[in-house]
């Protein structure tokens, strides 16, 4: 499967991801301790690597750090 970058980027969410993981004050081993107890399958490693843009983000995944983080999927993708 081919993964496309996006202005260098494997996602647009990395950001956004980033700073409500900073509003929520949770580290980013906590983030991924929540997203393991929701079923995501995730190390703390892998959310450094979203918030930089370097791993692609699945939709049940941005569904689950929506949910997380407490704001929407939209919001998560600069739409709001």
Known sequence: MKIYDFNGKKN?????????RRKCRLTQSE???KL???????ERDSVSRIEI???????????????ILKVS???????E
Do not use: M, P
């Not at 393991?36 to 995730?42: E, N, P, R, S």
């Not at 843009?53 to 949910?67: C, M, Q």
């Open 31 to 33: 983030l991924a301790a």
């Open 36 to 42: 393991q107890l929701d079923g995501i399958i995730i």
């Open 73 to 79: 999927v939209d919001w998560l993708l600069g739409n």
């Open 12 to 20: 647009i969410c990395g950001e956004r991801v980033h700073e409500a």
């Open 53 to 67: 843009g370097t791993r692609f983000v699945a939709d049940y995944e941005l569904r689950a750090l929506s949910k």
